[in-house]
């Protein structure tokens, strides 16, 4: 479990491939590595991985064809840099919202332009996902936690403020760029509750 408060900027440092998938490893950028142990979890730009070994500035992590598939992993490149978080710990504060590291599907900014200090951005999201966005609800973009600000048919926007973009990856995106998206997990519950017959 994270909070989707992202607590550094990685980079992919190699690129390993694995009979068929691969194994991903990334500097973590000062994010302290003293806490994990062989076979943590560590959330990268949203998408939650296992730590197969690690020293104190990188971690390896092995990542399925599924996960290069449904997720912006696939599209990494050694450099590119990602937000990271490790899981959440008993007692630790929860600052975003309960976020469990598996992507529900990719989106795409439509748009940005700065409003004030912040920046605005639109996104929008797979048709399927349309119905667990809502305003002033919380969504987690490459696995960082923030609030809507609307939402309309398969399109949403959120605001950026300042700290944000300096500490993750989002201030980057422009327009085009494809982005991890997991919905709020109580939408989830409270549609299967509401419609247990689904599949």
Known sequence: ??????????????????????TLVFDTAGVSLADIELGGSIAVSGVCLTATRFDTSSFAADVSRETLALTTLGQRVV??????EKALLAGQALGGHYVTGHVDGVGELVSRHDD???????????HELARYVARKGSICIDGVSLTVNGARGDRFDVNLVPHTLAVTTLGELQAGSRVNLEVDIIARYVERMMHPDLA
């Open 1 to 22: 479990m994270f909070t989707g408060i992202v607590q550094g900027v990685g980079t992919v440092r190699a690129i390993e491939p694995r009979g068929g998938d691969v």
């Open 79 to 84: 450099g590119s840099r990602v937000n990271l």
């Open 116 to 126: 004030a200090r912040s920046v605005r951005m639109e996104f929008r999201v797979p």
